[in-house]
DNA sequence: CACGAGACCTGTTCGC
DNA sequence: TGCGAACAGGTCTCGT
């Protein structure tokens, strides 16, 4: 899926086209796709509010309306698009929401894994995620202590949403290189400089990330040019672009993880 | 508490 | 060329 940035750039794209629309209706295409509530009481309830500005909480896209909040997950492969609401919706459209406009929101998701919530307080879908990497209540102190109190591997606790919520596969890979900590190390041996490092290493690629407007891998093009710099993801024995060592990739936690042996010893 | 496997899905790329 | 396996930006659930 989109991570974070990719999250952030497209909520920030919508913003002026989305903000002060109408939802006329809603058209659904794939049943599963709608998290809550049902088909039938979604298209009532959601028609006729106004969208009031589009946000963005971990992954999850967050459109307040004039009563209710839209939450859209992308996940692996899903995609928002504005386009003009007559024409016939495209092979993987998912979702349409007709503006009043002339045009339509639609959700794009091949893999349909991708969910969207409909609900009166967003807390009820956000409520378990950990703090926002980038805002300044996270401080080095506190994610050191936090760190140390747990006993797993740095890639699949970076990964875990409700530990720090917006890192995925690529960002927590490229964090972990900048940082110099290999991603089997266990967070309790952590110490305090690494975890600042740590920190300040998440922070860098994330706004390296929305600086460049996300990542475009395989056939998800989104726009942005990320994938370009990438610094050890998806570049499995070409050279570590600090020490020149090949990247090395294993499986932790059945994701695909790559890092610098020498970079990042274990 | 922590980890691994399987599920949910479709499409592309890789290896024989 | 063809065909099956592996793999892909995510997350949930179940079993050990």
């Given at each position: 899926?989109?991570?974070?940035?990719?999250?952030?750039?497209?909520?920030r794209?919508?913003?002026?086209?989305?903000?002060?629309?109408?939802?006329?209706?809603?058209?659904?295409?794939?049943?599963?796709?709608?998290?809550?509530?049902?088909?039938?009481?979604?298209?009532?309830?959601?028609?006729?509010?106004?969208?009031?500005?589009?946000?963005?909480?971990?992954?999850?896209?967050?459109?307040?309306?004039?009563?209710?909040?839209?939450?859209?997950?992308?996940?692996?492969?899903?995609?928002?698009?504005?386009?003009?609401?007559?024409?016939?919706?495209?092979?993987?459209?998912?979702?349409?929401?007709e503006?009043?406009?002339?045009?339509?929101?639609?959700?794009?998701?091949?893999?349909?894994?991708?969910?969207?919530?409909?609900?009166?307080?967003?807390?009820?879908?956000?409520?378990?995620l950990?703090?926002?990497?980038?805002?300044?209540?996270?401080?080095?102190?506190?994610?050191?202590?936090?760190?140390?109190?747990?006993?797993?591997?740095?890639?699949?606790?970076?990964?875990?949403?409700?530990?720090?919520?917006?890192?995925?596969?690529?960002?927590t890979?490229?964090a972990?290189?900048?940082?110099?900590?290999?991603?089997?190390?266990?967070?309790?041996?952590?110490?305090?400089?690494?975890?600042?490092?740590?920190?300040?290493?998440?922070?860098?690629?994330?706004?390296?990330?929305?600086?460049?407007?996300?990542?475009?891998?395989?056939?998800?093009?989104?726009?942005?040019?990320?994938?370009?710099?990438?610094?050890v993801?998806?570049?499995?024995?070409?050279?570590?672009?600090?020490?020149?060592?090949?990247?090395?990739?294993?499986?932790?936690?059945?994701?695909?993880?790559?890092?610098?042996?020498?970079?990042?010893?274990?």
């Amino acid at each position: 899926m989109p991570e974070l940035p990719e999250v952030e750039t497209i909520a920030r794209s919508l913003q002026p086209l989305l903000a002060g629309r109408r939802i006329l209706s809603a058209r659904l295409l794939w049943e599963r796709t709608l998290a809550e509530p049902g088909s039938e009481e979604f298209g009532a309830r959601i028609s006729g509010q106004v969208i009031r500005s589009t946000g963005r909480r971990g992954k999850f896209l967050l459109l307040p309306l004039s009563r209710d909040t839209l939450l859209i997950h992308l996940r692996m492969s899903g995609d928002l698009l504005i386009e003009a609401s007559e024409q016939p919706p495209a092979t993987h459209h998912r979702l349409l929401l007709e503006l009043d406009n002339g045009q339509r929101l639609a959700l794009n998701d091949t893999r349909k894994f991708g969910r969207v919530w409909l609900v009166d307080d967003p807390q009820t879908v956000l409520g378990g995620l950990g703090p926002e990497p980038l805002e300044s209540s996270l401080n080095a102190a506190d994610f050191y202590q936090r760190l140390h109190a747990l006993r797993r591997q740095l890639k699949p606790l970076l990964l875990d949403q409700n530990f720090l919520a917006g890192l995925g596969n690529i960002y927590t890979d490229e964090a972990l290189h900048l940082a110099r900590l290999h991603p089997l190390t266990a967070a309790s041996l952590v110490d305090e400089p690494q975890a600042a490092r740590l920190l300040q290493a998440i922070r860098e690629v994330l706004e390296e990330g929305i600086r460049r407007n996300g990542a475009s891998i395989d056939w998800v093009y989104r726009g942005g040019d990320f994938q370009n710099y990438f610094r050890v993801y998806q570049r499995t024995g070409q050279p570590c672009p600090v020490c020149g060592t090949p990247v090395q990739r294993i499986l932790v936690g059945q994701r695909g993880t790559h890092f610098c042996p020498v970079c990042q010893p274990s």
